[in-house]
């Protein structure tokens, strides 16, 4: 019995261990995919120089930069890792591990390593503000208190910038909207942030100045925006549209906002725009749309979190309610009761959210009795009433009783709907002491907030006096310094000049050589289309009509292939692969009794991976036809072989057995000569120009082919890849 008492105890301490386990595992899990704002800086070990425009990138997509004082501000989850990059360092990844702030320091042996005055002031100032940000939502006192020490010891305008912003959150979180704007307006003036302008405009909103935040928000550049801040920048103009009731202005903005949250998977924004934008077409009275973005809403919010899903789920019974669709409205409260059952497990909801159990039951028990079904609502409003009792909801707890006692009563009880009607009329009477009580603390708070803003006011005063005393200290010392500042000004105004003026002559020359190189090309198209149409005139002539129509097709496939090409510096070897292959067998079409031709390209040649002048290759395959196996007795042969030289170099060779150079120059009268001559200058200049541009990728030597009376022409084209 002792045995079996003692292996009682020990499963139970086992099963009771099981459970806090999987309880704090839930909270864990919970608070490890909560989203939040995460603070850091980067900057340089030991001097503390601040890294500029370093790029945050989190593995969900997010994506920031570094201000210039080496400061950031992006949305994350613990367990994300933070890629920061930077041209003058290497690539560091962070995995965030809570929601502190975040400082990176760059290692640089090189360096100093010793620490300034700046560099202290610069801790405790981020301590001060790291403090404030902590005690925002539970001590507005605490967290102003902080932020004023942060004031004393900032050494830099964006320092007070960013202590102004955080400010203005502060009081925004304490709906204290006038001072909110006050605080965004000085950290404005301090250092331009997006996030403050975008802040500044939903403070004016919230304080009814609904056209003031449209201005703001449209004063705002969207290339200074993340994708995160375009999306709310949209969302914020939709809102203040829909409050002047602007409803269409209102969607129009929303859905811009739904396709920047959607193209850059953004998704609680996909969530929140698409409820939005069903709100708005609900106020417009267009149903069908609305509950068509309802149900989108629904189902992204599923894929969240509980909490949202079950926030969404309200607004589609609200949607049902307004539209006396009580049924649906009914059947989706119930399934909201379960889902806060899961909630409650782990969390306490506050009486003021939307989503308390004793509010559900008490829309369910209202939506019935508007079907004429006053006993089922009874059960509804009695367990609403009983929830709010327990939790000290008054609110839900006054409207329930009043509910209830009209439902008893029209259901005959009258004795228990006299006792309900006396049960609201205490509750009332609670709460007119609950609100007098809740308006002399917020009339307290708003007095010690007043002081510490005329504390925090008065600190800047004092900052500003002790900088005018400095500044007229420095002053005195200028006139000392002012010649050995304007020698160097002069110095670096110079050398300035000096590198604007080179950068002058070598953009000057970059524009020449482009210049010269579609002047070349424009001189080439029309000498080989003057050639081609020759051909189709022989053919004409000689009144092979078939031939001359095969030809002309062929020739304007030629044509327009290399049209496409012609504004083009480099085109893909493939490219001049097939428009060669094209020109050839249209020499050899006119040509068949003097010459056959074979290309040959080494399979092992990526002939995507190569680039190449266009055109480059036509003139010479054109001269070996031309003045070499035109004159030829009997029947040449012209080849075309493509080589690998290296790993990054290819060789083109272009070979025939013609009556060589020699022997053509011979044949040729002076206009011919000076033709040719001018011809394949063209290709030399080119090939010039571009190496000259591309730094060598084209090489060209031209030899005789072999020791015979009929030497022909070897061209070698060496090509290296980009």
């Known amino acids: 019995m002792k045995i079996l008492k003692t292996f009682i105890t020990l499963l139970g301490f086992c099963i009771l261990s099981f459970s806090i386990y999987g309880q704090d595992r839930v909270v864990s899990k919970k608070f490890e995919e909560t989203v939040f704002s995460i603070r850091g800086s980067v900057y340089e070990k030991g001097t503390y120089k601040p890294y500029r425009d370093a790029e945050i990138l989190v593995n969900g997509g997010r994506y920031t930069t570094t201000s210039f004082d080496g400061t950031f501000t992006i949305r994350a989850k613990i367990g994300d890792e933070l890629i920061i990059s930077h041209d003058d360092f290497e690539t560091i990844y962070h995995t965030v591990q809570s929601n502190e702030r975040i400082t990176i320091k760059v290692v640089d042996e090189d ?32 967290s102003i208190k902080f932020v004023g020490d942060a004031l004393s010891v900032n050494d830099t305008s964006s320092q007070s910038a960013q202590a102004h912003e955080l400010l203005g959150d502060i009081y925004m979180h304490w709906k204290q909207y006038d001072l909110a704007i006050s605080a965004y307006k000085i950290s404005i003036q301090n250092f331009e942030t997006p996030s403050a302008k975008l802040k500044l405009a939903k403070a004016y909103q919230n304080n009814g100045d609904f056209q003031k935040s449209i201005s703001t928000y449209e004063n705002l550049n969207e290339k200074d925006l993340s994708n995160y801040e375009k999306a709310s920048l949209h969302e914020g103009i939709g809102d203040a549209n829909l409050k002047i009731n602007n409803i269409p202005k209102a969607i129009t903005s929303y859905q ?23 709100q708005a077409y609900n106020e417009q009275g267009e149903k069908s749309k609305a509950n068509f973005y ?9 894929k969240e979190n509980r909490t949202r899903a079950i926030e969404e789920k309200v607004k589609v019974a609200e949607f049902n309610s307004d539209n006396q669709d009580y049924e649906s409205e009914i059947e989706l409260r119930k399934e909201i009761i379960n889902d806060i059952k899961e909630i409650e497990r782990d969390s306490v909801i506050s009486n003021e959210s939307a989503i308390t159990s004793q509010k559900q039951n008490y829309k369910i028990g209202n939506a019935l009795i508007m079907q004429n079904r006053n006993d089922d609502a009874i059960p509804y409003l009695e367990k609403s009433r009983k929830e709010a009792d327990e939790k000290g909801d008054l609110v839900v707890g006054k409207d329930a009783s009043r509910k209830l006692s009209e439902a008893l009563i029209k259901k005959g009880d009258t004795e228990k709907g006299l006792a309900m009607i ?12 609950k609100k007098e009580q809740e ?44 010649i050995i500042y304007s020698l160097i000004s002069g110095l670096v105004l110079l050398l300035v000049t000096a590198y604007f003026m080179f950068k002058y002559i070598k953009q000057q020359k970059l524009a020449n050589n482009l210049l010269a190189l579609k002047s070349l090309r424009s001189q080439m198209n029309p000498h080989f289309i003057f050639n081609a149409l020759n051909s ?45 292959d094209l020109y050839t067998k249209l020499e050899h079409f006119r040509f068949q009794d003097k010459f056959d031709y074979t290309i040959d390209v080494d399979e092992s040649i990526n002939v995507e991976e190569f680039q190449i002048p266009p055109m480059l290759l036509q003139p010479y395959i054109e001269n070996a036809v031309w003045h070499g196996l035109r004159y030829k007795t009997e029947k040449g042969h012209l080849n075309i072989n493509i080589q690998p030289r290296t790993k990054n170099e290819l060789t083109i060779t272009i070979t025939d057995d013609g009556i060589g150079r020699a022997r053509s120059k011979a044949l040729k009268t002076e206009h ?11 290709i030399k200049k080119r090939v010039a120009i571009l190496n000259e541009m591309y730094k060598d990728k084209v090489d060209v030597t031209i030899e005789d082919f072999q020791e015979s009376e009929d030497a022909g022409t070897k061209v070698v084209v060496t090509l290296k890849k980009d």
């Open 672 to 682: 011919q000569k000076k033709q040719n001559s001018k011809g394949m200058n063209n």
């Open 294 to 302: 309802f149900n989108n809403s629904l189902n992204l919010a599923e």
């Open 439 to 482: 308006i002399s603390q917020a009339a307290r708070f708003s007095r010690n907030i007043a002081e510490l803003q005329n504390r925090k006011t008065l600190l800047e005063s004092d900052r500003a006096l002790s900088k005018s005393k400095y500044d007229l200290t420095q002053e005195q010392n200028k006139s000392q310094k002012l």
């Open 256 to 278: 811009e906002g739904l396709e920047v949250a959607n193209k850059h998977l953004i998704a609680p924004k996909v969530t929140d725009l698409n409820s939005k934008i069903a």
């Open 422 to 433: 006396e049960n609201y009329e205490n509750i009332v009477d609670e709460l007119y002491a």
């Open 536 to 580: 189709v005139n022989s053919f004409i002539a000689s009144n092979d009509e078939r031939t001359a129509n095969k030809y002309l097709s062929d020739f304007s496939h030629l044509m327009r292939s290399v049209l496409e090409n012609s504004e083009e510096d480099f085109i893909p070897l493939k490219k001049e692969v097939e428009l060669l």
């Open 111 to 142: 360096k100093f390593d010793g620490r300034s005055k700046l560099s202290g002031n610069l801790k405790r100032f981020n301590e001060m503000i790291d403090s404030a940000d902590v005690y925002l939502k539970s001590d507005a006192e605490k």
